[in-house]
């Protein structure tokens, strides 16, 4: 069993920056981040390999970066000129490699961006 803390969520202004972390309680390959709207499903941010491949989703290209520190079983993401339409639940995910079935989730944190 692999437990997920996040931390870093909070109320920012558009065009404000925030900054999301996930430690884990163990070395695993494959950490990725996960938003949920309200009524929305939850669907994939960004995602990082222990060896530091990336994937964004396009809507936070350019803004968002994912990185992790494999020393510290943390991972993080950089959020920068936030939008509205980005509030959610951010949900820390992890895996242990590509193709494993079983996925493991932290409790969120919630994003909210608004004047």
């Known amino acids: 069993q692999v437990q997920l803390v996040e931390s870093g969520g909070g109320l920012v202004q558009p065009g404000g920056s925030l900054r999301l972390s996930c430690v884990a309680s163990?070395?695993?390959?494959?950490m990725a981040w996960y938003r949920q709207a309200p009524g929305k499903q939850r669907d994939s941010v960004a995602s990082?390999?222990?060896?530091?491949?990336?994937n964004y989703a396009d809507s936070v290209k350019g803004r968002f970066t994912i990185s992790r520190d494999n020393a510290k079983n943390t991972m993080y993401l950089q959020m920068n000129s936030l939008k509205p339409e980005d509030t959610a639940v951010y949900y820390c995910?992890?895996?242990?490699?590509?193709?494993?079935?079983?996925?493991?989730w932290g409790q969120g944190t919630q994003v909210t961006v608004s004047s």
């Open positions: 995910n992890a895996k242990w490699s590509p193709t494993s079935v079983r996925n493991y």
């Open positions: 163990a070395s695993i390959g494959v």
């Open positions: 990082i390999t222990s060896g530091g491949s990336t």
